[in-house]
C-alpha cells in the first residue's frame, strides 16, 4: 500500500522561481491537505479540499496555489518562491471529516535561497 | 489568541518507565483531539483519538485523557522503549471544524535503556 505519496522529495529554489509538489493518495479519501511544518512551531495548515474539484485556504495560504482536479491528487504551487517559504512540507488525507485521522506522506523539504 | 501548547523542551526517561507527555490549549473548543507520533525526516502517524466527552482512551501501552476544564490531554505511554523515542504531536480539531486539525508544535521523548 502506497498510502500518500509526495514528489520530490528535495528541492531548492532561487527566490523568484516556481514550482509544483504532486500529492497522490490510493485511498480514495475526500479530504487532501497541505501543511508546513517549521522548526519549533506545529504544522500549520496551507490549504486543503474536500472534494474533487474543491479547494479552501487554511491558516498560512498567501504565496501558495492548489488544485484538486482528480480525486487522488492534489497539487501545491509557488508562483514566486521566496525564502520564507523554505520548509517541510506535508500532505495528508483523510476518509471522514468528523473522526479526522490523517494519513500523512514523507514530507517535501523545499529550500529557497 | 488561541494557543496548543506542548513542552518544548525533551523529555528524557529510563526505559520501563511511564513517559507522561502534556498538551495544554486555551480559547478553543475541541471537539475532539489527536496524538500522532512523528520520527526524524518522517511524516506523522495516527495513534489515538479522543472525543470532548470521553475521559480516557486506551491502546495497548498508551493512554490519553482529556479534561475540558482543565483544557489539557495527557499521553502516556507505559513500560517505555527505546523504540518510543519520537516526537510527539497534539492536535485538534475545533467544534465544527472541517477536520482542520491545529497541532502543538510537539514534544520528543528520549528513551534511554
Known amino acids: 500500500n502506497a498510502g500518500v505519496t509526495q514528489t520530490p522529495k528535495f528541492r531548492v529554489l532561487k527566490t523568484g522561481q516556481s514550482m509544483t509538489l504532486l500529492c497522490a493518495q490510493d485511498?480514495?479519501?475526500?479530504?487532501m491537505y497541505w501543511y508546513r511544518q517549521d522548526p519549533g512551531m506545529g504544522l500549520r495548515l496551507i490549504h486543503y479540499?474536500?472534494?474533487?474539484?474543491?479547494?479552501a485556504k487554511g491558516e498560512v495560504p498567501d504565496g501558495y496555489n492548489v488544485s484538486r482536479l482528480k480525486k487522488q491528487n492534489f497539487l501545491l504551487g509557488l508562483e514566486s518562491a521566496a525564502p520564507s517559504q523554505t520548509s517541510v512540507y506535508f500532505c495528508?488525507?483523510?476518509?471522514?471529516?468528523?473522526?479526522?485521522?490523517?494519513?500523512f506522506g514523507e514530507g517535501s523539504r523545499l529550500t529557497v535561497l | 489568541s488561541q494557543k496548543i501548547e506542548q513542552n518544548s523542551e525533551a523529555l528524557n526517561i529510563q526505559e520501563g518507565k511511564t513517559a507522561t507527555l502534556t498538551c495544554n490549549y486555551t480559547?478553543?473548543?475541541?471537539?475532539?483531539l489527536q496524538w500522532y507520533r512523528q520520527d526524524p525526516g518522517r511524516g506523522p502517524v495516527f495513534l489515538l483519538l479522543?472525543?470532548?466527552?470521553?475521559k480516557e482512551k486506551r491502546k495497548e501501552r498508551l493512554k490519553v485523557t482529556f479534561d475540558t476544564t482543565l483544557k489539557q490531554s495527557l499521553f502516556h505511554i507505559t513500560a517505555s522503549q527505546p523504540a518510543d523515542s519520537a516526537t510527539y504531536l497534539c492536535?485538534?480539531?475545533?467544534?465544527?471544524?472541517?477536520?482542520?486539525?491545529?497541532f502543538g508544535a510537539g514534544t520528543r521523548l528520549a528513551v534511554h535503556p
Open positions: 495528508a488525507s483523510s476518509r471522514d471529516k468528523n473522526t479526522g485521522e490523517l494519513f
Open positions: 480559547n478553543y473548543s475541541p471537539a475532539y
Open positions: 479540499s474536500v472534494g474533487e474539484g474543491t479547494t
Open positions: 485511498m480514495n479519501h475526500e479530504y
Open positions: 479522543i472525543r470532548e466527552n470521553e
Open positions: 492536535a485538534l480539531v475545533p467544534s465544527g471544524g472541517y477536520n482542520k486539525l491545529i
